[in-house]
């Protein structure tokens, strides 16, 4: 006797990573009536392997996981975002020292240099936004510092604006290599930009917070 198929076979559920925010991924429920309905209505006579059922289960299992995962990376890293913000807010009014470009606005400031030893002569270079030097600056190489307003040492007086500083070593004439020249100017602001903590400077100059290597109380 030949027996009818009187069953549906139900199509097996397919699952993608794009499941993963929304749809079986953020409803385990759903996923448990389908895999119940699916093996209800399977066909008696061709029965899915059993194993096949365990393999889709643990598949949901790990795709929920990471999502939830991935969902408790993000809020961490909010909440430290915020945290590290609100120690960063507490630089505002202080001078940070970082490599940084140097806003010329006639007052003093303090260059930190770092020549290397061997060099027995060495420039400030001086490049406006452009790229173009400006200004050149012979300075004693041993030195660990000096002060600049922007004036040459012939008296001339670059215009308020932002520019780029670098160190030129020589030895016997010949060029070692470009170093750079690290300053201190006060924080203005502390804003999170995305995720990341930004430091701004007179000039509009903004800088990571992980770039600063030193921050003083306003002499």
Known sequence: MIIGDTTQTATRPQFSNADESNGLASDFDTFLQLLTAQIRNQDPLNPADSTEFVAQLATFSNVEQAVQTNDLLKEMSAQMSLQNMS????WVGMEARAVMPVAVDGTEKTLILNTPVV???ADIV????????VQRIAIDPDAAEVSWSGRAPTG??????????????????????????????PVREAALIDGQVILRFPGDIGMPSSSVLGVRNVQ
């Open 87 to 90: 120690e960063m807010s507490s």
């Open 156 to 185: 001339e007086q670059l215009p308020e604006d932002v520019y780029n500083l670098e160190i030129e070593s020589f030895s016997s004439g010949s060029l070692l290599g470009t170093s750079n020249v690290e300053t201190f100017a």
């Open 119 to 121: 060099a027995d002569a």
């Open 126 to 133: 001086v490049r406006n936004t452009a790229g173009q030097e």
